[in-house]
């Protein structure tokens, strides 16, 4: 495996952070992707990731998704907090990391500095920092993972209403078990905010819980990774 998408990132990484640094980092998101499971397996994997405040959490799942994305994994999903700005803000720094370029740049109000260009991986990103995943985007695009090489790539708030949005999209094109074949990398920023449940857990979960488990669920590849 070449691992373009980590190369890429490994890369951005050095202009601004010492080697050994990005050493770690790259030791340790090697650990943390050899527990999510092999892509290419069914599996259901679950798993959270600790660390202190202000020490990389999001340079840490942005070299796990290089390397998930790499590895095979076709639907890539990034839940953040109910804000909007939060959301926005991490749309911007995965568009610039990750993705590779920003699905809105063309608009004279956006003016985004240091997107990586004339990259050949760009992943197939259906949210921007304008519009988390709605109805709009949900009635304009078909769910198909067959029909891309690159994976698809969500940066979405933990609200009810777009994740449902979101859920019905996933749902096409299942198998006749009513599954999706494609693997899920599911990455819980901030996963102690409203992702844990707190009522009965097989009759009445909370809203977010419930969610979660609903696009898990969807999938006979999954791999959840709360940080």
């Not at 610039?96 to 920003?102: D, I, N, R």
Request: hydrophobic fraction near 30%; proline fraction near 4%.
């Amino acid at each position: 495996i070449d691992f373009p998408y980590w190369k890429r990132y490994k890369k951005l990484l050095l202009k601004s952070l010492p080697y050994d640094v990005v050493d770690t980092l790259d030791k340790s998101t090697d650990k943390i992707i050899d527990f999510s499971g092999d892509p290419q397996l069914k599996m259901d994997t679950r798993g959270l990731v600790m660390g202190e405040v202000q020490s990389g959490k999001t340079a840490s799942y942005t070299g796990v998704i290089c390397k998930a994305a790499d590895l095979g994994y076709k639907v890539i999903i990034v839940l953040t907090t109910s804000n909007e700005k939060l959301r926005s803000q991490t749309q911007q720094r995965l568009d610039k990391e990750f993705v590779g370029y920003c699905n809105v740049s063309q608009l004279s109000t956006i003016n985004i500095p240091g997107y990586l260009t004339g990259e050949e991986k760009r992943a197939e990103s259906r949210t921007n920092i304008l519009q988390d995943f709605g109805k709009a985007i949900k009635s304009a695009t078909s769910f198909n993972p067959n029909a891309v090489s690159e994976p698809y790539f969500f940066v979405c708030k933990k609200e009810a209403n777009n994740l449902n949005h979101l859920i019905k999209w996933l749902s096409e094109n299942l198998n006749s078990e009513g599954k999706n074949d494609a693997p899920l990398l599911l990455i819980d920023d901030e996963c102690d905010y409203a992702s844990v449940n707190t009522k009965d857990p097989n009759k009445d979960p909370t809203r977010i819980n419930e969610k979660l488990r609903e696009i898990l669920d969807l999938f006979t590849r999954s791999s959840y990774i709360g940080y």
